[in-house]
């Protein structure tokens, strides 16, 4: 496969995801528009009232006077330069906020995604290894239990655990709020305040996958190229590792890359329940504040997300099968 | 020649002393307090905008002109003295001269007549009906600034919080748009504590102001404002000792009291005797059956006050008789010589109110039916709905209950009109004119405009001695018209007036002196020390 093919392909892919963002920018533009209740509402409740030239000053404002299909004609507009829009509630421009939350975001994300598919690979791979023994069993209990819990629970059990009784790790946020870290050490203060959301987060998506990568495993082992591997007289571990285990992960592979987008919204619980200054949190207030330019503008940053990580997933597919070909 | 420990250790324990002036242990500066706010703040511009959160922040940043005690008597802040003139159109504040904004100008009277006239005056959510009558101030010199009124406005000097009122630099915001300013989300004020920085979804930093007008204070270095969205990790915090400040129902109030068992927290109910929230529940008068005022005195009747402050606010409240606070007890404004709805025997009055008022006993003992709107401001809300349900059940009124998210309640009742009876609450604030004639009177019946008069019930006596009162000077004339208001306005009973809600404010042990005003947490913190 040649690199320059490759490249092709991810610019061809690039640009096809153009209308579908846009797509995807319209259809929750005119889904918001069924929500009950508009900004100035809010803004004037959370004021605990307010006169009427105040809230019709407010409406004027925000464009809220003017008819929907004239909202969204300027809000595509705007898109299309990359403008996401003020946002009025929080005295700001959409995109700053929006950047100053998708680090912390996208942190969790990773470090999620990283151990959710690291382990669950690994545990898949050894319940595989050993089938229908005590240690395959363990491993599929404590996956079901995982999987069943939810996911606020497991975040407060942790907290309680953790940083009330045994007091080695803080119960919230992203930083120590009185300390201020500079430079390593604050790496490791954000380290420290990782652990137990990154766990909380991952639980559910380790068990799934360790659970998939199982029964991948167990159906590839069973087909005639292993059979052949086997004539071949290569070993147990040669076929496991080297066959088994590439074939097994494609699957894995292909329901991590749709759950990005899932990600996302069980991020929502863990940061709330750890004060993680994530975009889930900045999502959650928006809507309920009905503050459209910024929730508009999370939907759409995210969907770039989304869009982008299955590019990433599809090439890796290629990396990973040299049948697999981009064309 | 080294001076001997023990005299160095006896100077240094006569000198705190000296300077403490009371037996208490001696105030020590340092320190990061963490407080903990919920929900997190839209914006940092209190100007503009009287969300509940905005103010624990900026109040420690913006001073006020005046500041008040627990007497709700006002006491000097930038104003350090005034004078009203008799008739009460003129009030004349002097100002102090040393006093520094954060960037180093100094704070003059033109920043006054500005934050009144150019920014309170025009966009603050409730300094517009409190300045209306605000003509002009004038400013013979930079340290004098004259209030010329069209109208006495007596609740106007209470009005003058850092919190409800904060006084803005003039250099800084006359520049641009007020409305959409860039320092709306970096505040500069003449306050103890500096703005920093604001991190999203995670704190604010206020670092001490060295140069604050009240030598030798702030003695906290630093306050960090965190926001936590889980009420359950919020009481962790506060239970590890990584914040050390929660007000205004930050925690649950079931944790408050599991909290206020340890060791090193300290609960209290101080703090709010400015804000006087009160929880109701608002009757849509021009529903058929409700447009009854038997039938609005029945509802009244069948409401158990304490059974609800006991089981769902765990004690933190005092039953309610009417739409002003008790905390106005003081001035002679408040009054519980009114129609006395909480008695043992009110289901007897209410079943008996009903079947005068024509509506019997029909299959099941049902009345009529109504919808029961819920406040949606959280769990404990609910739990009240239910209260109110089964309660209305005994008189045979069936209601199905309701929740929907803020901004669709908020369209509902305030827009809509389309409710029965809903849970709500309202804030008295500092004064009558500006907390509870919103909910009352006939000029304030305002389709579309939130936290007004939704019961769209008024009376046309009452009205006028509200408006009497709006501009009488003489503190007893007005005590009178509203003592009179409360009795009409209570036996229209255009609303239930439940109860009055004590907030609890958990304070860690380690820190001192933190709540010190009748606005609590919308303070300064200035006096606020750590062991």
């Known amino acids: 496969m040649s690199s320059a093919r490759l490249l092709r392909y991810v610019v061809r892919r690039l640009a096809q995801a153009i209308p579908v963002i846009l797509g995807v920018v319209v259809l929750n533009f005119l889904l918001l528009q069924l929500a009950p209740g508009d900004a100035a509402t809010v803004l004037a409740g959370e004021a605990g009232g307010a006169p009427a030239e105040y809230v019709d000053a407010l409406r004027q404002r925000f464009g809220l006077d003017k008819p929907v299909p004239v909202q969204l004609a300027l809000y595509v507009k705007n898109i299309l330069a990359l403008d996401l829009g003020y946002s009025f509630r929080n005295q700001s421009p959409v995109l700053p906020l929006i950047l100053a939350r998708l680090s912390a975001t996208l942190l969790l994300m990773g470090t999620t995604l990283v151990l959710s598919l690291g ?164 999502a959650f207030q928006s809507l309920f504040a009905r503050d459209l330019n910024l929730l508009l503008g999370i939907f759409f940053i995210s969907s770039c997300l989304v869009v982008l990580i299955n590019i990433v997933v599809d090439v890796a597919y290629v990396l990973l099968d040299p049948r697999v070909r981009v064309g | 020649m080294p001076i001997p420990r023990w005299t160095a250790l006896a100077v240094t324990g006569l000198l705190a002393l000296a300077i403490a002036g009371t037996p208490a242990a001696a105030q020590k500066s340092g320190g990061t307090l963490v407080q903990i706010t919920q929900p997190e703040p839209p914006n940092l511009a209190p100007y503009i905008s009287t969300s509940a959160p905005i103010g624990q922040v900026t109040a420690k940043v913006y001073d006020g002109l005046l500041e008040y005690g627990f007497d709700l008597k006002p006491k000097p802040s930038l104003a350090e003295s005034w004078e009203v003139a008799p008739d009460g159109k003129t009030v004349t504040f002097h100002l102090r001269k040393d006093v520094k904004f954060h960037d180093g100008k100094p704070f003059t009277s033109a920043d006054v007549a500005f934050t009144i006239m150019e920014v309170l005056k025009k966009v603050h959510p409730r300094g517009i009906s409190t300045f209306r009558d605000v003509a002009a101030v004038e400013t013979p010199d930079d340290y004098t600034a004259v209030f010329k009124l069209s109208n006495a406005a007596p609740y106007m000097l209470a009005a003058l919080s850092g919190y409800e009122s904060p006084m803005l630099p003039k250099h800084v915001f006359s520049q641009g748009d007020i409305k959409s300013h860039p320092n709306a989300n970096s505040p500069i004020g003449t306050g103890p504590f500096k703005f920093v920085e604001w991190r999203r979804g995670e704190l604010v930093r206020l670092d001490k102001n060295p140069d604050y007008w009240r030598k030798g204070l702030p003695y906290l270095d630093r306050i960090v404002v965190r926001f936590i969205n889980d009420e359950a990790t919020r009481t962790a915090a506060l239970e590890k000792g990584e914040a050390h400040v929660a007000g205004f129902g930050a925690v649950p109030y079931s944790d408050a009291k599991k909290l206020a068992q340890l060791p090193s927290i300290e609960v209290t109910t101080k703090g709010y005797e400015m804000i006087s929230p009160v929880v109701e529940l608002l009757i849509n008068t021009k529903k058929p059956g409700l447009d009854n005022q038997k039938v609005r005195q029945a509802i009244a009747y069948a409401i158990d006050r304490q059974f609800v402050i006991d089981n769902i606010w765990f004690g933190y409240g005092k039953p309610a008789t009417g739409p002003i606070s008790s905390n106005f007890a003081p001035s002679g404004i408040y009054t519980a010589d009114v129609t006395k709805y909480q008695t043992p025997d009110g289901i007897e009055k209410a079943n008996k109110l009903l079947d005068e008022a024509g509506f019997p006993r029909k299959d099941g003992g049902v009345r009529f039916e109504i919808v029961h709107d819920i406040t949606p401001y959280g769990p404990e809300w609910q739990r009240f709905g239910e209260v109110v349900q089964q309660q209305l059940a005994k008189i045979g009124i069936k209601a199905s209950l309701r929740y929907e998210d803020v901004a669709t309640w908020l369209k509902r009742v305030y827009s809509d009109y389309d409710f029965f009876l809903t849970s709500n609450f309202l804030y008295n604030l500092p004064d009558p004119v500006i907390g509870v004639h919103r909910a009352i009177h006939g000029k304030l019946i305002k389709q579309g405009t939130v936290f007004v008069n939704g019961a769209q019930w008024s009376d046309a006596k009452a009205d006028q001695l509200m408006d009497k009162a709006t501009i009488e000077p003489d503190p007893n004339k007005r005590a009178e018209y509203y003592q009179e208001v409360q009795k009409i306005v209570v036996d229209g009973s255009p609303i239930v007036w439940v109860f009055e809600l004590n907030f609890p404010t958990i304070v860690n042990k380690r820190y001192h002196d933190v709540v010190t005003s009748p606005l609590g947490i919308y303070t300064n913190f200035a006096t606020a020390w750590r062991e």
């Open chain 1, 119 to 282: 382990i669950g690979v690994l545990l898949g791979l050894l319940a595989a290894v050993w089938v229908r023994t005590w240690k395959d069993h363990l491993i599929s209990v404590a996956a079901i239990i995982a999987y069943a819990m939810p996911l606020f629970w497991i975040g407060l059990m942790l907290i309680l655990l953790f940083a009330i009784k045994l007091d080695w790790l803080p119960t919230s946020g992203m930083e120590d709020a009185a300390a201020f870290y500079e430079g390593g050490e604050r790496v490791l203060d954000i380290a420290r305040h990782l652990i137990l959301p990154a766990i909380t987060l991952s639980l559910f998506y380790m068990a799934l996958y360790a659970r998939l990568m199982r029964a991948t495993m167990l159906e590839q082992r069973g087909l005639d190229y292993v059979t052949t591997a086997r004539a071949k007289g290569l070993t147990e571990r040669q076929i496991t590792l080297r066959h088994v285990l590439r074939n097994a992960l494609m699957p894995v592979l292909t329901v991590a890359g749709v759950q990005v987008g899932s990600l996302l919204g069980g991020s929502v619980v863990v940061e709330s329940v750890f004060a993680w200054p994530g975009l889930g949190q900045l």
